[in-house]
């Protein structure tokens, strides 16, 4: 567990913190807090009030792709690409178990309402299910065709929905007695595949989400399809219901968040802001507000009343706590201006201070002269531990140049490049400026060498 402080105030309510898309968010039951989970292979635990981030989790070896509630809101059950769950004790960030299993990526989880059984859906085309209490495996739900990409809970706790790449919904009845779920039925009618479900109040109805660009309402006591729900330009990534069953938020691969009357099958608004796509999606317990998660790193928080975001910032103004403002760095060189603006995007996973914190990424002080994976207090991925690159200005133009998947493959920095040369040598200089003083390099391998060579 690492702090992590980024500013933000009740005018403020962007959760800016993650280096990567984010995709999975879920709100305590208390509304106080909420839990994001990002490509970054990190989850950050955020004070709503404040939009402060109190909490980075980042044991993962992959991206995580989803996060849900466990014990009442004191524990979060984290989904990754590296093929595991993790479960995490919220209030001390400590990783209290691994779920081992799937054998590929983890790309949805669900925890039952008395939080005693977890469900996750995996590319290897299996659904799993997990005793939490006795922190085991229990059933293999191997039934679908292909990838299973989400499952959900009933609210009662007695039913299992799994969607999958094969463009079926399968309902499942769960047993009591920990026996295997029994198969009731498998619902068709998406055109491709299935991206999220969510039941209604009273379960007696539930809507899912597809690559076909449509939400569909089904009557799950006879496998109806009642309603096919049109207002997205692309695949529809995630959908969600409001506590009280009125209305459904869905978001997709078109970077809007559309808000529905569920019994009037309409649009009541349609929410505009992320302008990348939306992965995932959260009303607060007492339904007046929204989060949607995004690939443009951010979460945003929107007052469903108002119908618009709560207090939206300039992404591209300001800087996070401990930054030095783009254009009032002390002794700029002539070109600072445009390496600091290059570097906002970094500003959310790196400081650059002495006094700066480890956020989704390792601080940036003192990285000239320094060993790759070396940080205290961070942690790295296996590809970094060890590294030899010694960071310097031709380390870091080449990474990103060829790009971290190539320089650095298998390290948790999100995959970006730079390919004007010109543009990164104004972010060097810039890092040279605000990052403090060259570390020694005596004994160090040649700069050039190359991580695993």
Request: charged fraction near 20%.
């Amino acid at each position: 567990m690492l702090p992590l402080i980024v500013a933000g105030t009740a005018a403020q309510a962007e959760l800016r913190g993650h280096g990567g898309f984010v995709k999975g968010v879920a709100v305590l039951p208390d509304g106080s807090r909420a839990v994001t989970a990002s490509f970054d292979y990190s989850l950050i635990v955020w004070d709503l009030a404040s939009q402060r981030a109190l909490q980075v989790l980042n044991d993962h070896e992959g991206a995580v792709n989803a996060v849900a509630l466990a014990g009442e809101g004191r524990q979060a059950l984290s989904a990754s690409d590296d093929g595991t769950l993790r479960l995490w004790d919220l209030q001390s960030g400590r990783l209290e178990h691994v779920f081992e299993g799937h054998q590929g990526k983890v790309a949805a989880v669900a925890v039952a309402p008395d939080g005693r059984l977890a469900a996750s859906a995996g590319w290897d085309q299996t659904v799993r299910l997990w005793d939490l209490t006795r922190r085991q495996a229990t059933h293999v739900l191997d039934e679908h065709r292909s990838n299973v990409n989400s499952v959900a809970f009933s609210r009662d706790g007695r039913y299992l929905l799994t969607g999958s790449y094969d463009s079926s919904i399968r309902l499942w009845s769960l047993s009591a007695d920990g026996q295997r779920p029994e198969l009731l039925r498998v619902m068709e009618g998406h055109d491709f595949g299935v991206n999220a479900l969510s039941f209604l109040p009273g379960d007696q109805y539930a809507l899912s989400a597809s690559v076909d660009e449509t939400v569909r309402l089904w009557d799950l006591a006879t496998g109806d399809q009642l309603a096919v729900l049109r207002g997205h330009d692309g695949p529809v990534f995630a959908v969600s219901v409001s506590p009280d069953g009125r209305f459904a938020a869905s978001a997709g691969v078109d970077g809007t968040v559309n808000l529905w009357n569920i019994e009037g099958r309409r649009i009541v608004t349609s929410l505009t802001g992320h302008r990348q796509p939306v992965w995932a999606l959260a009303f607060t317990p007492d339904g007046r507000q929204l989060l949607s998660a995004g690939a443009d790193s951010v979460t945003r928080l929107w007052d469903l009343e108002a119908r618009s975001e709560i207090g939206p910032s300039d992404a591209g103004e300001g800087a996070a706590e401990g930054e030095p403002a783009v254009a009032a760095a002390s002794g700029a060189v002539e070109h600072s201006s445009r390496g600091a603006k290059l570097f906002r995007t970094c500003v959310a996973c790196h400081t650059t201070t002495a006094d700066g914190a480890n956020r989704a990424g390792p601080t940036l002080f003192g990285v000239f002269g320094r060993r790759a994976g070396t940080v205290e207090g961070y942690n790295y991925s296996a590809a970094l531990r060890g590294s030899s690159i010694i960071w310097s200005a031709e380390t870091i133009d080449r990474l990103f140049d060829e790009g971290p998947d190539r320089y650095t493959p298998g390290s948790k920095m999100p995959l970006q490049r730079m390919p004007s040369a010109e543009d990164r040598a104004e972010l060097i200089a810039y890092l040279k400026q605000v990052t403090g003083p060259a570390q020694p390099t005596t004994g160090a391998e040649p700069v050039q060498e190359r991580l695993g060579q």
